[in-house]
């Protein structure tokens, strides 16, 4: 049974925003914001959506940088050479202290190797859902408290993934999480394949 989180899905164009109120709805505790990471108020934890190589120098890494300083930066790169040999594949995430209480955590979730499009893939599903997990198993062995987490959104910058696209990969990732089976069977795999990979009987993921 999953852990109950809040959500926070936070952009800085309109557009971006009215897209993860169309595909979240009806989801619980999800809330929308317009806004950039420098002007979030306190949560406790900010997913992130960089590389598979923890160099956050740009995008919304960048600003997660600039906030927190190259240290937490350095931090992630160790871990990734110490956990993953120095490549974190797409579809794992790992919780970093930031050493800010306001601002206690972060979960390092790549969506691309390096940065470039990703257009057409289930990249953001993975990521997503990486990144849930890790909130998951975080939560389980209570190392910390995480209830609200943050999401920018996910392979829409460097990704190239149009708004709507992004916004419907990241809410199936939500409800999967909020709904996991009971069961493991091929007619569960097929349904789960099909909401991952179809928006309205279209193929738009492979």
Not at 44 to 65: E, K, L, Q, R, S
Not at 123 to 147: D, E, H, M, Q
């Amino acid at each position: 049974m999953a852990l109950p989180i809040d959500l926070w899905l936070i952009h800085p164009e309109e557009e971006m925003c009215d897209a993860f109120r169309q595909r979240f709805s009806g989801l619980p505790r999800v809330t929308v914001m317009r806004t950039r990471y420098e002007e979030l108020p306190a949560h406790d934890c900010f997913v992130t959506a960089g590389n598979a190589f923890g160099i956050m120098t740009a995008g919304i890494d960048a600003a997660v940088i600039h906030v927190h300083g190259e240290e937490l930066m350095r931090r992630i790169q160790f871990r990734i050479m110490d956990e993953y040999l120095g490549e974190q594949p797409i579809g794992t995430s790992f919780i970093e202290s930031t050493g800010n209480p306001s601002y206690p955590y972060l979960a390092h979730s790549p969506t691309m190797r390096v940065p470039g499009s990703i257009v057409g893939t289930d990249k953001v599903y993975a990521a997503t859902w990486a990144s849930l997990l890790a909130v998951y198993r975080f939560k389980a062995t209570g190392k910390g408290k995480i209830n609200t987490v943050v999401f920018p959104a996910m392979g829409a910058g460097f990704g190239g993934v149009p708004f709507s696209e992004v916004a419907r990969q990241m809410a199936v990732a939500y409800r999967h999480y909020l709904d996991p089976p009971h069961r493991m069977d091929w007619d569960m795999v097929a349904n789960r394949q099909r909401a991952i990979h179809y928006d309205g009987g279209k193929q738009v993921s492979r």
